[in-house]
């Protein structure tokens, strides 16, 4: 009789613990399939992958629960300047210009270059005020009239040159500053309105064409020049082309960012501002962004897409 009883418990634990290694790993597998660490391996990501993509926010892993496998989502995630609403079009550049950086790719799409310039171009937000962008995706309506337009006085500039109030005041100090280390800088060209923009530009088109003409001047309402904000500085010899051969220029480089002005067009960088390295170009977008625009060594352009649009 005991023998039984001591049997059946025996028993009777041995099923329950059945039972319950059953449960649990039921409970288990369960959990384990429907885990998003499950759901990322059996797309395809890799232990190291899962691990950093469960650490993402909300969104970016979403977009990755919701699309297929894609090693460059990580790495364009990775990128200083991205921008999650950007992702379709930075892996479709990608496909199609494989040689090139992830960050580059970025900074294309970011500006819109991805598309030939004057694509579609869009009538830009004026209530940015000074950091308003005019390039070739982004104008200025024809009708725009600029306020505050002062004539400058003959120390600053050559002749007959008109400059927004605001960046004047600002322009003073910056050739002040310079005369203080002996040197002699110039506005050269400063507003230009979209009539007068018309002119060059046709002007070049008539002599040789649109391909030609849009490598030399902006066309009417994608010229900075017509904001008011924009000034080409020169010494009084060296013209325009020959500005960056100047201790000025190696001057005005690394200093007009104290006084709000930022290097328009770089070199090398054509292919996201859409102009050509222009040294005397300078434009003015205030102390505050000038200083980190050449802090961080980006374009206005990357740099209004990340921080101002
Ligand atoms: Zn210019």
């Known amino acids: 009789m005991n023998y039984d009883k001591n049997k059946r418990m025996v028993l009777y634990v041995i099923i329950g613990i059945a039972v319950i290694t059953a449960v649990l790993s039921g409970l288990y597998a369960y959990q384990l399939f429907n885990s998003e660490e499950y759901a990322l391996k059996k797309k395809g990501y890799d232990e190291k992958q899962i691990a ?5 926010d909300k969104e970016k892993k979403n977009y990755i629960f919701n699309n297929e496998y894609n090693e460059d ?28 950086s992830y960050s580059d790719i ?10 030939k310039f004057y694509t579609n171009p869009i009538k830009t937000s004026l209530d940015k005020g000074i950091l308003m962008l005019v390039n ?22 050559f002749n007959d040159k008109q400059i927004k109030q605001e960046v004047y005041e600002y322009f003073k100090e910056l050739v002040i500053a310079a005369k203080q280390e002996g040197l002699t800088i110039l506005a050269n060209s400063t507003y230009r309105d979209n009539n007068q923009q018309s002119i060059l530009y046709d002007n070049q088109k008539n002599r040789k064409g649109t391909e030609y003409a849009d490598k030399l001047v902006a066309r009417p309402g994608h010229s900075e020049h017509e904001t ?13 082309s ?8 190696a001057w005005v ?8 002005f930022i290097l328009r067009y770089p070199e090398n960088k054509e292919h996201i501002t859409g102009f050509s390295y222009e040294p005397w170009h300078y434009r003015f977008v205030g102390v505050e962004a000038a200083e980190k625009i050449y802090e961080l060594d980006i374009t206005f352009d990357e740099y209004y897409a990340f921080y101002i649009k």
Do not use: C, W
Not at 85 to 91: A, E, G, P, R, V
Not at 228 to 240: E, F, N, P, R, Y
């Open 52 to 56: 950093t993509i469960l650490k993402l």
């Open 73 to 100: 989502i990580l790495k364009f995630y990775n990128e200083k300047y991205f921008i999650l609403d950007n992702i379709k079009k930075y892996l479709n550049y990608k496909t199609e210009n494989k040689q090139k």
């Open 106 to 115: 970025v900074a294309i799409v970011n500006v819109g270059a991805h598309e």
């Open 136 to 157: 070739k995706f982004n104008y200025l309506p024809s009708e725009y009239e600029v306020d505050n337009l002062v004539t400058m006085n003959l120390q600053f500039a």
């Open 228 to 240: 008011g904000l924009a000034v080409d500085i020169s010494t009084m010899k060296s013209g325009l």
């Open 242 to 249: 020959g500005f960056e051969e100047t201790e000025e220029f």
């Open 253 to 260: 480089k690394d200093n007009a960012h104290r006084f709000g």
